[in-house]
Structures are given as structure tokens and as C-alpha cells.
């Protein structure tokens, strides 16, 4: 069975962090990039970033520099997300995607409701 | 950046009408690494197309993409009533990644 798994949801406060992970069973996670997608209620779907198979390297949305972290543990095909410095409008569901071998997001985690209130 | 724009905004049909979805792109989406997801309310969206027109897997043959450079489309020829959705184009060419902003397909 191929799946992303993420963690369950948060409630933060404004100017805190919070970190969403995301696990990958079967053969899904080794040599693939994952990416991160957000949506806001009632809202399209927004890209955030993208990390590579070995974790070395990252790509973020130029809105998002600065506040977005990626990282990835291999030894547990686990890659994490992190936002600090939160605002009422980061609150969304944030998605972990896989990209295929041709770049399309084949599979998706079920999404983690993150929301910001204070 | 490439900016994706999705029309109509909203589509409203019937259950076994055809369906034509749009997508523009601000400039050309370079080896067409263009997709579709398709969203239902409370679920992830599920990729449809990749390619400009290849179906993914599992993807029932009345659905099929066409375009190339800046237009692009995804056909729906015989609406089922699990087909009541917000579909999403996607620029997966060069980064940053854009989607679209969505057309939602309504039942009439």
C-alpha cells in the first residue's frame, strides 16, 4: 500500500512554529523529491517548497523565504515541514506531495489542518 | 513565475453532458509539464493528467487533455455524478510550481 501519512492537526498562535510531518510507506520514498502544497479555507491550492531525495537541498516559494524550513530523515521516510513566525493567514491545509519521474504530484498526503489564532 | 489562468470560474452541467475545461498559461510551459488534479470537498486533490495529456493511473478514458506552449485543455466527454469537482491545472515545468486557481464543475 502506497501512502503519505502526515501528522494530525494544530493549533497555534501567532508567532509561533509549527512543524508537519509527513511518512511514506512502500516503495515511494526513496529517490523521489517531495514537494509541499498549502490551501487556505475556501481558497486554491498554493506550492511551497520542495526537497530533494537525499535532503540536501531545497526550493522555496519566494513568499515563504525566510519562514519555511524542509528537511528529510532517511532512515525513517519521514520528510518534515516547519513555518515559524505565524500569522492568522497561514492557517490551511498543508499537503505533502510526491513528485513523479517526470515532475507531476502523483501522490498526495491526506493534508494537516493548521490553524492560527490566538 | 508562470501564471496559470482556469476558465470558466464555474461550470454547470448535467449529469452525461460533455465538459471543457481551460487553462492559459502567461507564457510558454515548457515540454508541456502540464497537469490536472482533480479535488472533492475534505479530500486531497488526485492527479488526473500529466503531460499535457497522458491519464494517470486509473484514470477512466473520458477524461483527456490536449495543448501545448500557453493553451491547454481537459475534457470531460460524458459527465458521471462522481465527476462534481474542482479541477486544477499545474505548471510542474519550472519552479515555482503554479496551479491555477481552480474551475469548480457543478451539477445543474
Known amino acids: 500500500q502506497v501512502q503519505l501519512v502526515q501528522s494530525g492537526a494544530e493549533v497555534k498562535k501567532p508567532g509561533a512554529s509549527v512543524k508537519v510531518s509527513c511518512k511514506a510507506s512502500?516503495?515511494?520514498?526513496?529517490?523521489?523529491?517531495l514537494h509541499w502544497v498549502r490551501q487556505a479555507p475556501g481558497q486554491g491550492l498554493e506550492w511551497m517548497g520542495i526537497i530533494n531525495p537525499s535532503g540536501d537541498r531545497t526550493t522555496y516559494a519566494q513568499k515563504m523565504q525566510g519562514r519555511v524550513t524542509m528537511t528529510r530523515d532517511t532512515s525513517t521516510s519521514t520528510v518534515f515541514m516547519e513555518v515559524s513566525s505565524l500569522r492568522s493567514e497561514d492557517t490551511a491545509v498543508y499537503y505533502c506531495?510526491?513528485?513523479?519521474?517526470?515532475?507531476?504530484?502523483?501522490?498526495w498526503g491526506q493534508g494537516t489542518l493548521v490553524t492560527v489564532s490566538s | 513565475e508562470i501564471v496559470l489562468t482556469q476558465s470558466p470560474g464555474t461550470l454547470s452541467l448535467s449529469p452525461g453532458e460533455r465538459a471543457t475545461l481551460s487553462c492559459r498559461a502567461s507564457q510558454r510551459v515548457s515540454s508541456s509539464y502540464l497537469g490536472w488534479y482533480q479535488q472533492k470537498p475534505g479530500q486531497a486533490p488526485r492527479l488526473l493528467m500529466s503531460?499535457?495529456?497522458s491519464r494517470a493511473t486509473g484514470i477512466p478514458d473520458r477524461f483527456s487533455g490536449s495543448g501545448s506552449g500557453t493553451d491547454f485543455t481537459l475534457t470531460i466527454s460524458r459527465l458521471e455524478p462522481e465527476d462534481f469537482a474542482v479541477y486544477y491545472c499545474?505548471?510542474?515545468?519550472?519552479?515555482?510550481?503554479?496551479f491555477g486557481q481552480g474551475t469548480k464543475l457543478e451539477i445543474k
Open positions: 503531460d499535457a495529456s
Open positions: 512502500g516503495n515511494i520514498f526513496t529517490n523521489y523529491y
Open positions: 506531495a510526491r513528485r513523479d519521474v517526470r515532475g507531476a504530484f502523483d501522490y
Open positions: 499545474q505548471n510542474y515545468g519550472s519552479s515555482p510550481y503554479t
